[in-house]
């Protein structure tokens, strides 16, 4: 009797050593509620908090309330406060963060088509952009990424059209562009571009392009009106031309990880808030880069638009050395939908 009382007593230690520690963890880990609670969900972008990503992911967090009152405690983390974007994409694999807005460039890492959304004078519209992202093609490139990457990509937002900002003058042509050296992000299709319009394409991070243009080593960065105001480009930058080379996209991702912890019920509302608030961010996005174009304006800014189409001649040629990652039967029939719609 002894013996067994003592076993017994040792078992009991066992279970409470056990639920202590569940307990320190979290039970059961990131985004979990074993208690019943809400349900964690830590969301993360870089940019700061007076931009469409930010008022995009606040609209995300009312819907998901309206939708499923008391289920999630949504918390945002804007600025990098939790990483840059590859370390964001990382910490969603883990699920340490459960969801996160980035560009598509490093998503393209893990699955080489969605190269195919950054392909400078591919849109001639945002209609057509936002059309191919929503539809088939947007969804075939990145089906596989939860199985190759432990990520599934919920929505695409946008942040809108990337132009030409300088400090010497409008290109108003292919030719005017020789010889110039301007940052690019650092993505292959951007860098081949570029340099196929006679520019010097010059990978930089954003960081230290300030100080680069002040100091004249390039003379030249593309983004979108907003960025360009709100960073403060003005300020040596005087010309904008409105070459509209590029649409944007930022995927609105999720851990899978996350994702399968969560009901079919719950999986659901997820993905309706996430669509709603990818139309409201999209709203937010046009509205910021058209009043910024105003400020940009008043602030001496010359803004002029441009005929893409012999940029458009130039880029195009190069998208055959993309082919094979982008796959050459996905970017034709991108193509056809595209110029079919405009």
């Known amino acids: 009797m002894l013996t067994l009382s003592f076993a017994r007593l040792r078992l009991l230690a066992v279970a409470l050593a056990s639920l202590a520690l569940l307990a320190a963890c979290g039970g059961g880990g990131p985004g979990a509620s074993s208690s019943g609670g809400p349900i964690r969900m830590k969301i993360a972008h870089t940019l700061n908090d007076n931009t469409h990503c930010q008022k995009g992911l606040v609209r995300f967090e009312e819907l998901l309330e309206q939708k499923a009152p008391g289920k999630f405690n949504v918390e945002i983390y804007s600025g990098g406060q939790l990483g840059d974007s590859a370390d964001l994409l990382e910490r969603l694999k883990s699920n340490s963060v459960q969801a996160c807005l980035t560009a598509a460039a490093p998503l393209s890492n893990f699955e080489p088509r969605l ?12 209609k057509s952009a936002e059309h191919l992202l929503d539809g088939p093609i947007g969804k075939e490139m990145v089906k596989d990424l939860p199985e190759k990457a432990g990520i599934r990509v919920l929505a695409y937002w946008v942040s809108g059209f990337r132009s030409i900002f300088s400090t010497k003058q409008i290109y108003k042509t292919p030719a005017d562009l020789s010889g110039t050296n301007i940052r690019v992000m650092e993505t292959p299709v951007h860098i081949a571009v570029f340099n196929a319009l006679g520019a010097n394409a010059r990978p930089m991070a954003f960081s230290e392009l300030f100080t680069a243009l002040q100091q004249g080593n390039v003379d030249a960065a593309e983004n979108d009106a907003d960025a360009l105001y709100k960073q403060k480009f003005y300020e040596v930058c005087k010309y904008y031309t409105l070459t509209n080379h590029v649409y944007t996209a930022i995927p609105f991702s999720i851990s899978e990880k996350f994702w399968e912890s969560l009901s079919p019920d719950l999986q659901a509302k ?28 008043e602030a001496g800014v010359t803004i002029e638009k441009v005929d893409r189409a012999p940029f458009a001649k130039i880029a195009r040629s190069v998208y055959p050395q993309f082919e094979d990652e982008i796959g050459k039967d996905l970017l034709q029939r991108a193509m056809a939908e595209i110029d079919s719609a405009s």
């Open 115 to 126: 190269q195919l959304v950054d392909l400078p004078f591919l849109f001639p519209d945002a």
């Open 270 to 297: 997820v993905q309706e808030s996430a669509n709603q608030a990818r139309d409201y961010e999209r709203k937010v996005a046009a509205q910021m880069n058209a009043d910024a174009l105003t400020k940009l304006r």
